[in-house]
Protein backbone atom coordinates (compact mmCIF):
# COMPACT_ATOMS: atom_id res chain seq x y z
CA UNK A 1 0.00 0.00 0.00
CA UNK A 2 3.28 2.34 0.70
CA UNK A 3 4.50 2.17 -2.42
CA UNK A 4 0.88 2.89 -4.27
CA UNK A 5 0.36 5.66 -2.32
CA UNK A 6 4.37 7.24 -2.72
CA UNK A 7 3.99 6.14 -6.73
CA UNK A 8 0.75 8.12 -6.67
CA UNK A 9 2.23 11.08 -5.12
CA UNK A 10 5.55 10.66 -7.42
CA UNK A 11 2.90 10.69 -10.61
CA UNK A 12 0.89 13.87 -8.94
CA UNK A 13 4.21 15.47 -8.35
CA UNK A 14 5.31 15.02 -12.07
CA UNK A 15 2.01 16.26 -13.57
CA UNK A 16 1.76 19.52 -11.55
CA UNK A 17 5.62 19.69 -12.45
CA UNK A 18 5.44 19.62 -16.34
CA UNK A 19 1.74 21.66 -16.13
CA UNK A 20 2.49 24.11 -13.85
CA UNK A 21 5.54 26.20 -14.68
CA UNK A 22 7.98 27.15 -11.91
CA UNK A 23 9.51 30.26 -11.18
CA UNK A 24 10.38 32.59 -14.62
CA UNK A 25 14.32 31.89 -16.17
CA UNK A 26 16.56 34.85 -15.13
CA UNK A 27 16.95 36.95 -18.12
CA UNK A 28 20.68 38.26 -19.24
CA UNK A 29 21.26 41.92 -19.31
CA UNK A 30 21.62 43.45 -23.02
CA UNK A 31 24.44 46.16 -22.31
CA UNK A 32 24.73 48.41 -25.69
CA UNK A 33 27.30 51.36 -25.85
CA UNK A 34 25.16 53.56 -28.07
CA UNK A 35 26.62 54.93 -31.45
CA UNK A 36 28.00 58.82 -30.92
CA UNK A 37 26.04 61.07 -33.45
CA UNK A 38 23.08 62.93 -34.91
CA UNK A 39 19.14 63.19 -32.94
CA UNK A 40 16.55 61.70 -32.49
CA UNK A 41 14.12 62.51 -35.48
CA UNK A 42 10.41 64.60 -34.99
CA UNK A 43 8.73 61.17 -34.71
CA UNK A 44 10.91 59.56 -31.73
CA UNK A 45 8.63 59.30 -28.16
CA UNK A 46 11.02 61.72 -25.67
CA UNK A 47 10.86 61.45 -21.94
CA UNK A 48 10.77 64.43 -19.65
CA UNK A 49 14.50 65.29 -19.64
CA UNK A 50 16.06 65.11 -15.85
CA UNK A 51 18.92 66.96 -14.99
CA UNK A 52 21.57 64.81 -16.11
CA UNK A 53 19.92 62.60 -18.95
CA UNK A 54 16.83 62.72 -21.58
CA UNK A 55 15.89 59.86 -24.00
CA UNK A 56 14.01 58.89 -26.96
CA UNK A 57 12.69 56.35 -28.65
CA UNK A 58 12.19 55.86 -32.06
CA UNK A 59 9.34 53.46 -32.68
CA UNK A 60 9.65 53.21 -36.53
CA UNK A 61 13.32 51.73 -36.20
CA UNK A 62 13.78 50.23 -32.82
CA UNK A 63 16.49 53.01 -31.62
CA UNK A 64 17.54 54.41 -28.68
CA UNK A 65 18.21 57.76 -28.52
CA UNK A 66 19.76 59.18 -24.79
CA UNK A 67 21.10 62.51 -24.54
CA UNK A 68 24.08 63.31 -21.73
CA UNK A 69 22.87 66.68 -19.84
CA UNK A 70 25.89 67.34 -17.57
CA UNK A 71 29.13 67.96 -17.48
CA UNK A 72 30.24 65.44 -14.96
CA UNK A 73 32.27 61.94 -15.05
CA UNK A 74 29.07 60.14 -15.07
CA UNK A 75 27.03 58.66 -18.53
CA UNK A 76 23.37 58.74 -19.24
CA UNK A 77 21.61 55.54 -19.95
CA UNK A 78 18.09 53.97 -20.34
CA UNK A 79 17.22 51.17 -18.26
CA UNK A 80 14.86 49.36 -20.27
CA UNK A 81 12.39 46.49 -20.15
CA UNK A 82 10.23 44.80 -22.63
CA UNK A 83 6.99 42.61 -22.10
CA UNK A 84 5.46 40.43 -24.49
CA UNK A 85 2.19 38.58 -23.17
CA UNK A 86 2.42 40.61 -20.19
CA UNK A 87 5.19 38.78 -18.64
CA UNK A 88 8.75 40.39 -19.00
CA UNK A 89 10.91 38.81 -22.21
CA UNK A 90 14.06 40.70 -22.06
CA UNK A 91 16.01 43.54 -20.30
CA UNK A 92 18.94 45.74 -20.74
CA UNK A 93 20.78 49.25 -20.86
CA UNK A 94 22.11 51.46 -23.57
CA UNK A 95 24.93 54.11 -22.31
CA UNK A 96 26.07 56.95 -23.96
CA UNK A 97 29.91 57.45 -22.78
CA UNK A 98 30.80 59.99 -24.97
CA UNK A 99 30.06 63.08 -22.60
CA UNK A 100 28.18 66.13 -22.35
CA UNK A 101 25.87 67.64 -24.70
CA UNK A 102 26.01 64.30 -27.21
CA UNK A 103 23.09 62.28 -27.96
CA UNK A 104 23.96 58.73 -28.55
CA UNK A 105 21.78 55.55 -30.07
CA UNK A 106 21.56 52.52 -29.88
CA UNK A 107 19.96 50.50 -32.52
CA UNK A 108 17.53 47.09 -31.23
CA UNK A 109 14.74 44.95 -32.36
CA UNK A 110 12.12 44.64 -30.39
CA UNK A 111 8.75 42.64 -31.68
CA UNK A 112 5.70 45.10 -32.54
CA UNK A 113 3.02 44.07 -30.28
CA UNK A 114 5.41 44.00 -27.45
CA UNK A 115 5.23 46.61 -24.48
CA UNK A 116 8.21 48.96 -23.86
CA UNK A 117 8.87 50.50 -20.49
CA UNK A 118 11.88 51.97 -19.39
CA UNK A 119 13.79 54.29 -16.36
CA UNK A 120 15.87 57.02 -17.16
CA UNK A 121 19.29 56.66 -15.71
CA UNK A 122 23.06 57.66 -14.83
CA UNK A 123 26.47 55.95 -14.04
CA UNK A 124 29.61 56.86 -12.81
CA UNK A 125 31.88 54.11 -13.03
CA UNK A 126 34.27 55.41 -11.39
CA UNK A 127 32.07 55.95 -8.28
CA UNK A 128 29.58 53.51 -8.47
CA UNK A 129 29.22 49.74 -9.31
CA UNK A 130 25.23 50.42 -10.29
CA UNK A 131 23.68 53.08 -11.76
CA UNK A 132 21.06 55.49 -10.44
CA UNK A 133 17.73 55.13 -11.75
CA UNK A 134 15.02 58.04 -12.35
CA UNK A 135 11.47 56.80 -10.66
CA UNK A 136 9.41 57.52 -13.49
CA UNK A 137 8.80 54.94 -15.48
CA UNK A 138 8.38 55.88 -18.99
CA UNK A 139 5.86 53.68 -21.48
CA UNK A 140 7.35 53.96 -24.73
CA UNK A 141 5.60 51.10 -26.43
CA UNK A 142 2.72 49.50 -26.46
Same mark, same amino acid.
Not at 29 to 54: I, M, R
Not at 84 to 92: E, I, N, P, T
Given at each position: ?????L????A????????????????D????????? &?????????????????????????????????????S???DW?????D????? &?????????G?WA????N??ED?E????????D?????????????W?F??
Amino acid at each position: MRRLVLALTMAVAATIGVVVPGTALALDLETDYAKLG &GSPPASAHCAEPEHKVQVCFERGGDVWWVLDRDADSASALIDWRNYRDDRLYRV &GVCINTHGAGTWASCNKNYYEDSELKGHQAYWDRNKEDSWTIYLQDWRFQG
